[in-house]
């Protein structure tokens, strides 16, 4: 999406700026109310829309994979958020990647299944009009689980044409969307809805069941105008998860098998969002309010029988919530010692009431409850950015964000009970040179943090053994980050970039096998090199590609072992597209997921994962497109995520085996898709 100059006059096509191959972009405007504003880093930039939508993906969060070095993948069944990887973090379900759709958070704190779930399904990747991202916490407007980084994403608001698209392909793949926009008194309508289902390779099939939708109404300008905006999203599903190598390996099930096929879950999202921005003589005053109400019901059994060797250790976890915030910010131009300088001003604040359950089942069926919480969680931040042109080499900005937290806990189990506060302040350095034969460089320098679960915070005891005790977690937990890149665009039509980077972190998450959560751990570093490439060969050709190297280990000593599970120390990726606004278009997209330690001693590792995907199709003159795209094309026979922990299988000793659990890489699929433009 190209992003416009605080004095730019209205909206902004959504237009690609290189070839699209995509059946079912159709492009418009974006950016009324305000739109994404990008910041000064060698690891930041915008994405297009039609870009995004020219990478032919498996699940709607991959198209995230736009972002260099973003891993998204899936261990369970697909109505379940992504598992993301991002310069050396497993980052769970969003732990440290802040993620926001139009305004509003994806990533859920205080959430039944992990700190920061970010559920991206409902995302209509057609109707992305630009990604903007950020690595690192150096960027004042960035605050809870945006240490890794933050992905901000932006929906059209206006379409160029109408949209009417269908699908289908392997393991019962079926998809129908459309869009429509018109106008409406002095703005635009624009409506989507969206059905899908899919049963995947599964033994047992997901039999995904997906409906939603999206109604917008904008008005005005990027400057001076508004938009109102409701989502609504609903989706059940059957789960395969992980599986242990040794039932496959013993023959108790196939590869694409499960242990448990009462695994599943649903989940529904309900959104109403606003924005708005004005002008007057002081600068640009922008605001954006939302409220969400999100469900989700989860069965998982990651353990099979080890601890109810009768009954099974499936579990129900419950979110339920209800979610409201905004955000007012006020950019004013002035000068410093007569050169040009920019301030930015902003108050953000957000306010969860959530139910959180824990449940013992046998087949969804209820056996005993662990805990019934009650949360009340509520933020707010201030923060402040001064942006400096000294001279035409030279740019500064120096701001800070200030955190404030406040939970009150009710549990079930009175010794978890509690309320407790928290506050945080971070500085944000950046600093440009150049450029100089057209060449930048880039210095960045900021704190971060990300957020406990609150219950964490104030438990005192063990919710399933209250006879033992727990140690309390800091509510808010920091981390400390910087980089310095260079970016180089000498060759007509190629930009280059190189970044090294490092990130220390206080504590961060990670996944425990046998209750499927997310627990605190040491004091970790990271650092490590990025090189990105972009080159437009033509306007009908683009290339591209991408590889981070990460050294990451635990900075505490431990007689366990130094190096941080599920830590990918390398991710790799290449494309190419190619095509014009009618006849053939086409992409190709490899993507390289190193190999991990499993624990801390590194002496279980995973293997790595190399996936290729294409698209081929053709736009007809009739405003008709047609493509297909084959998935996994080598059919390689690779993991999208692994584990190492204990588990039991019947018979098996007391204790339980340690075992790698994997979720593999679905097979070689095809989905063919035909659109109309109208």
Aim: charged share 20%; net charge negative.
């Amino acid at each position: 999406m190209a992003v416009a100059g605080e004095g730019a006059p209205g909206p902004v096509p959504a237009s690609s700026g290189g070839p699209a191959a995509s059946a079912g972009y159709v492009g418009g405007v974006s950016g009324i109310g305000g739109a994404l504003r990008t910041v000064d880093s060698a690891s930041a930039d915008t994405i297009s829309g039609a870009a995004l939508n020219s990478r032919p993906v498996t699940r709607p969060g991959e198209v995230l994979e736009s972002v260099p070095g973003l891993i998204v993948t899936q261990h369970s069944g697909e109505g379940k958020a992504n598992q993301f990887f991002l310069r050396g973090f497993n980052l769970d379900h969003g732990t440290d990647i802040a993620i926001n759709v139009d305004g509003m958070p994806v990533n859920m704190r205080t959430n039944a299944h992990a700190q920061g779930y970010a559920d991206i399904n409902f995302l209509i990747p057609e109707l992305v009009a630009g990604v903007e991202f950020h690595k690192g916490p150096y960027f004042a407007r960035d605050g809870d689980f945006a240490s890794a980084g933050s992905v901000r994403i932006d929906y059209l608001d206006t379409v160029e044409k109408n949209l009417a698209l269908t699908s289908i392909g392997s393991f019962g793949y079926k998809r129908a969307l459309t869009i429509a926009s018109a106008p409406l008194g002095e703005g635009h309508l624009l409506v989507a809805g969206e059905a899908q289902v899919y049963d995947g390779p599964w033994e047992v099939p997901d039999a995904l069941r997906k409906v939603n939708g999206v109604v917008r109404y904008s008005q005005g300008t990027q400057l001076d105008g508004f938009s109102v905006t409701g989502m609504a999203y609903a989706s059940r599903w059957t789960a395969t998860n992980q599986i242990p190598a040794r039932a496959v390996s013993e023959g108790l099930i196939g590869r694409f098998g499960t242990l448990n096929p009462t695994d599943g879950g649903d989940a529904s999202r309900f959104s109403l969002s606003g924005r708005w921005s004005g002008t007057d003589d002081t600068g640009v005053t922008r605001a954006s309010a939302y409220v969400i109400r999100q469900q989700m019901n989860l069965f998982n059994d990651f353990t099979y029988f080890l601890n109810d060797p009768a009954n099974g250790d499936q579990f129900h976890q419950l979110d339920q919530r209800i979610l409201g915030g905004g955000e007012v910010a006020h950019i004013f131009q002035g000068d410093l010692f007569g050169r040009p300088m920019e301030n930015e001003i902003g108050v953000q604040t957000r306010t969860d009431s959530i139910r959180v359950g824990l449940f013992n089942t046998t087949n969804r069926r209820f056996r005993s409850g662990i805990l019934d919480d009650r949360i009340f969680e509520s933020s707010g931040a201030f923060y402040f950015d001064n942006r400096v042109k000294w001279t035409d080499w030279l740019r500064t900005s120096i701001g800070f964000r200030a955190d404030g937290y406040y939970a009150d806990v009710v549990s079930d189990t009175p010794a978890n009970s509690g309320k407790a506060r928290d506050g945080i302040v971070n500085p944000k350095l950046g600093l440009v040179l150049g450029p100089w034969f057209d060449t930048e460089l880039f210095v960045n320098y900021g704190g971060g943090f990300h957020s406990n679960d609150a219950r964490g915070v104030t438990a005192t005891v063990d919710p399933s053994s209250p006879l033992f005790n727990l140690q309390r977690s800091p509510f808010l937990v920091p981390s400390t980050g910087s980089e310095i890149g260079i970016r180089n665009a000498s060759l007509p039509g190629l930009v280059t970039t190189v970044t090294l980077f490092q990130l220390d972190f206080a504590s961060e998450n990670l996944f425990q096998g046998d209750s499927g959560t997310t627990e605190p751990s040491r004091p970790t570093r990271r650092y490590g090199v990025e090189w990105t490439n972009r080159y437009a060969v033509t306007s009908w050709l683009s290339l591209e590609g991408d590889l981070t190297v990460t050294h990451a280990r635990f900075t505490e000593f431990d007689p366990a072992g130094s190096r941080i599970p599920e830590a990918p120390t390398t991710i790799a990726s290449a494309g190419v597209t190619f095509g014009e606004p009618l006849g053939w278009f086409g992409a190709m997209r490899f993507r390289y997921f190193g190999p991990r330690p499993l624990i801390e001693d590194n002496s279980v590792r995973s293997k790595p994962t190399a996936l290729l995907n294409g698209r081929i199709g053709y736009n007809f003159d009739n405003g008709m497109s047609l493509a297909l795209d084959v998935l996994n094309l080598t059919n390689a026979r690779a993991d999208q995520i692994t584990y190492f922990y204990e588990s039991r299988l019947p018979g098996e000793a007391a204790e339980g085996v340690a075992d790698r659990h994997f979720h593999p890489v679905e097979p070689t699929a095809v989905r063919l898709t035909l659109a109309g433009r109208f």
